[in-house]
Antibody
């Protein structure tokens, strides 16, 4: 059974880079059938799509975050990662990795990690 | 502001039916998907596409669409259905994901 698990620091200082990793078990990040993505949730902003990556390394990002976000994959470790630079308190949120399904008339996330709380504070 | 809008909260008596709506221009073209989120847990997909349920989701959950409005209906609400419900779809450009702000469902 496919499972996703986020890992990374729970506390990041303002202006630094937030880095999280999602480990995929029971499946392969290099599968041509799937994308892999990140979503965050905060009380003020609700659920917010950050971006996703496909098996070839092609990415799409939320326009509001695009200048600060990088999503990459490490097929040797069966992981994909999120880097968000120049963070502020507004980036404090629960960060989820998830698997997006992109069909012609509908897009959705069928599998989610448990989420990891990241706080931006000095 | 969100491209998808939802009522902040609705309540339903135990065993009765409740409809949760999601509005947005993109819903005229694309179907919404729906997620259930309980306190301290990740969102759980309950409806996707025209009206499909992932394995393990009870058939009391159903989805529909009319014009720019998508609906999630819970027919015969159970106490464990009390949760926040979020819709998502492609945004109006068709290139990105959008989420609704969520509806808190209280089962009385």
């Amino acid at each position: 059974q496919l499972q996703l698990q986020e890992s990374g620091p729970g506390l990041v200082k303002p202006s630094e880079t937030l880095s999280l990793t999602c480990t995929v078990s029971g499946g392969s990040v290099s599968s041509s059938s799937f994308f892999w993505g990140w979503i965050r949730q905060s009380p003020g902003r609700g659920l917010e799509w950050i971006g996703h990556i496909d098996y070839s390394g092609s990415t799409d990002y939320n326009p509001s975050l695009k200048s600060r976000v990088t999503i990459s994959a490490d097929t040797s470790k069966n992981q994909f990662s999120l880097n968000l630079k120049s963070v502020t308190a507004a980036d404090t949120a629960i960060y989820y990795c998830a698997r997006p399904i992109l069909a012609a008339r509908y897009w959705y996330f069928d599998l989610w990690g448990r989420g990891t709380q990241v706080t931006v504070s000095s | 502001s969100s491209e998808l809008t939802q009522d902040p909260a609705v309540s339903v008596a135990l065993g009765q039916t409740v409809r949760i709506t999601c509005q947005g221009d993109s819903l005229r073209t694309y179907y919404a998907s729906w997620y259930q989120q309980k306190a301290g847990q990740a969102p759980l997909l309950v409806i996707y596409g025209e009206n499909s349920r992932p394995s393990g989701i009870p058939d009391r959950f159903s989805g529909s669409r009319s014009g720019n409005t998508a609906s999630l209906t819970i027919t015969g609400a159970h106490a464990e259905d009390e949760a926040d419900y979020y819709c998502n779809s492609r945004d109006s450009s068709g290139y990105f994901f959008a989420f609704g702000p969520g509806t808190k469902v209280t089962v009385l």
